[in-house]
């Protein structure tokens, strides 16, 4: 039985990895998962410097879901070179880095300071709804998409996955704007914009106004652009958007999707991952599916 | 042995005062590591909600391995936890979180509102001279269970309870003194235990509350403002689950 699959020539040994943000860079997790099973450990997002992230409160739950507004809170790369990758390296797994920033400058710094480092893949965030400037401004605009993607193709030493945003018209746009700009693969969703208000402190409840919905009453949203976006592009693609169980990964791939990233359902069960791939395994013994693979995009 | 996640037995659940409920759960693999001031994740039945419930332990019996926690009804989460008896279990993650640092100096205990259970276990384990302070809004509870282990000073938003305003009135009317204070409770009380604190050069651990989501210092949900930079964050953030709860006055911003 085989469930290696393959992103940009990077061999994952299973295909389950995490939604960046949701996992740290896996070290919270460590004493919940064994690491080493999953395909690939996919880092929060890492920037050229320090970012203090948004005020409190960050998170609200929401029906069948959550939402938030981190804000992109990170210790900047010099930290995360120090102590994240060294720590994801001794684990057997693959070694996906999420990068953000607010200018191309900023993506540029990032990328070419992993250009040497022990990385396999770099996930690029141009969709995070949370932050003013960056982010999500290089995510809604296929013109600016395909300029971002370009000037990181081009000093990016591993290859690049585009992280693309639900919150646009029509999704599919925007992943030919990055497979034309030299994407190597494509991470999606991000989170759906979403605003929820406290009616006893009558205030909103999340402090950023509005925040990122996630958990699985996204879920079809983001089976329907897996499948939209696979039906566009060649590229490989990993999907993700409230998957909970071994079900919605299937789907997901049955959908279009290589790999799936498992997200905010680490919040509500943190073996999640593992339970995950064991399930996945056990489908495949049952229904007599000898390679992941032939399921990837089966559904027609 | 490390956080655990597990399936938990409610032994009894009693309503000790309006939406306060007070419940006892068989956990022996989480009771026999919890210190005072740790919390536990508690998880709803229903997967339409999906985050963890974060509740600080009230008591932490080692030998009957058991834990209490005493909570105030706050949404429908834990309008769900009140509702479940003694045959029904719970999914619980714990021990989280660091809790309160035993000295052995005059203490003073500050509790407030729903920030009085945590004190209670802490009550029980320290062995030095204590004054304990409970701040109610205008319902007592739990007060009586402190007696045992030190002298107990109240206060109450209305005055029907103790002094008429807050744990600080209490503490400044009763010319309460110690050396290390133990607080919980809202932030404005622990704003001004902060402050009372710092000015007069007593050592105060203080512990926060911040809305959360994994519970594990993964998601940066819960973060509150350091004074200096963070050596994780590497800015002045720290993570209130897993830093905290319990800081150091001179640590935070509140």
Redesign the interface.
Known sequence: MNTKVSIAGVELKNPITVAS????SGM??D??VDLNLLGAVTT?GVANV????NP??????T????M?A?GL?N??ID?FVKRDIPFLKEKDTKIIVNVCGKSTEDYLDVVERLGDEPVDLLEINVSCPNVKEGGIAFGQDPKALYDITKAIKAKAKQPIIMKLSPNVTDITEMAKAAEAAGSDALSLINTLTGMKIDIKRRAFAVANKTAGVS??AIHPIAVRMVYQVANAVKLPIIGMGGVMNTEDALEMIMAGATAVAVG?A??????ATVEIIKGIEEYMQANGVDDINTLIGCVK | MGKIKMEAKIIRQDEIATDIYSMVIQAPEIASQAVPGQFIDLYSADGSKLLPRPISLCEIDRAAGTLRIVYRIAGKGTKEFSMLTSDHTITILGPLGNGFTKKDKKAILIGGGIGIPPMLQLAKELTCEKSIVLGFRDEEFLSEEFEPYGTVYKSSDNGTIGVKGTVMDAIREYGIEGTEIYACGPTPMLRAIQSYALEHGIEAQLSLEERMACGVGACLACVCKSKEIDDHSQVKNKRVCKDGPVFYAEEVEL
């Open positions: 943000g949701t996992f740290g919270e997790y004493e919940f929060k320090p970012w203090p992230g409190t409160p960050r998170v609200a739950e029906y069948g879901g959550m938030n981190i809170q210790p900047g930290t958990g699985p905010t680490n919040f509500h069960n943190p073996y």
